[in-house]
């Protein structure tokens, strides 16, 4: 048998492995899932008078590779705002609809799940 670390979703799972199973049956995690360390959240620039009315959400997981968008920025329908690095594919992450960049609620390097709001426009 050989014991495997997998984190899946950010979710940490210790797996044994038999080796050689005639079956074919995976073994189930020996320990409930723990918790993924998690480090100490960036500091990420956002507007002082606070978060708009319409969200900049991610569209897949990934990580921030960089902010195109500045705080106060005029932005049109489908302007990039951010753009998330995803399996060494840049995807441009676009605003809605035309407005104003109110925040910008991400850091580049941060991890960001599907559907996470990025950014808010009023």
Known sequence: MKNYTITVNGNVYDVVVEEGASSGAVAAPKAAPKAAPKAAP???PKASAGAGSVKVEAGAAGKVFKIVANV?????????VVIIEAMKMEIPVVAPEDGTVASID???GDPVEAGAT???LN
Not at 72 to 80: I, L, N
């Open 42 to 44: 960036k500091a990420a």
């Open 72 to 80: 106060g920025q005029a932005v049109k329908k489908g302007d990039s």
């Open 106 to 108: 991400v850091a580049v």
């Open 118 to 120: 990025l950014a808010t």
